[in-house]
T-cell receptor, first 111, second 114 residues
Framework: EAQVTQNPRYLITVTGKKLTVTCSQN?????MSWYRQDPGLGLRQIYY???????DKGDVPEGYKVSRKEKRNFPLILESPSPNQTSLYFC??????????FGPGTRLTVT | QQQVKQSPQSLIVQKGGIPIINCAYE??????FPWYQQFPGKGPALLIA?????SEKKEGRFTISFNKSAKQFSLHIMDSQPGDSATYFC?????????????FGKGTHLIIQP
């Protein structure tokens, strides 16, 4: 089954404790992206990757890092999480960036 | 940040009615306009999309109307059902832009009453 998977689905952590949210797709897509979803703000892009080893900032990249060492994986790294990063996070993938397929989401709470 | 403005924020329609959600965009380089449907606890799912070379696209009960000169597009749901109750997001994309991803509207929470 073609899908985008994210882990973990739920995470509660404390300020400053480094964490990684994994994202994997099995569709051989070139393009992958991370979004955060906040009430009243919709979906905002954090980082995206057009291909392996190619990443770039989206609209709200501060406090986040990504890497793309393999085509199928695109982890999101929060090196020192803060409470304002409490949000619902989605990974998405696409062949070229247009028809994007979203993962199930990761709900992160930073206390 | 080039915006996509979506309205209304919320909408309640009786079963069988035709909810209409509107979006307006600023970036004239956008050439791909998708609509996503999101149910609680799920990720957004691509519903239907249009490119500006056509003024209308239908897929089942869902129709996008597109007005390039006004920089507006809208989603119509025919014969709406309670199962259509969800949050809907419009978006715009410059597919040749490289540096730009999807720019989303803020969403419309749609309730179809039985």
């Amino acid at each position: 089954e073609a899908q985008v998977t994210q882990n973990p689905r739920y995470l509660i952590t404390v300020t400053g404790k480094k964490l990684t949210v994994t994202c994997s797709q099995n569709m051989n897509h070139e393009y992958m992206s991370w979004y955060r979803q906040d009430p009243g703000l919709g979906l905002r892009q954090i980082y995206y990757s057009m291909n392996v080893e190619v990443t770039d900032k989206g609209d709200v990249p501060e406090g986040y890092k990504v890497s793309r060492k393999e085509k199928r994986n695109f982890p999101l790294i929060l090196e020192s999480p803060s409470p304002n990063q409490t949000s619902l996070y989605f990974c998405a993938s696409s062949l070229w960036g247009d028809e994007q397929y979203f993962g199930p989401g990761t709900r992160l709470t930073v206390t | 940040q080039q915006q996509v403005k979506q309205s209304p924020q919320s909408l309640i329609v009786q079963k069988g009615g035709i909810p209409i959600i509107n979006c307006a965009y600023e970036n004239t380089a956008f050439d791909y306009f998708p609509w996503y449907q999101q149910f609680p606890g799920k990720g957004p799912a691509l519903l239907i999309a249009i490119r500006p070379d056509v003024s209308e696209k239908k897929e089942g009960r869902f129709t996008i109307s597109f007005n390039k000169s006004a920089k507006q597009f809208s989603l119509h749901i025919m014969d709406s059902q309670p199962g259509d109750s969800a949050t809907y997001f419009c978006a715009g994309l410059n597919s040749g832009g490289g540096a730009d991803g999807l720019t989303f509207g803020k969403g419309t929470h749609l309730i179809i009453q039985p």
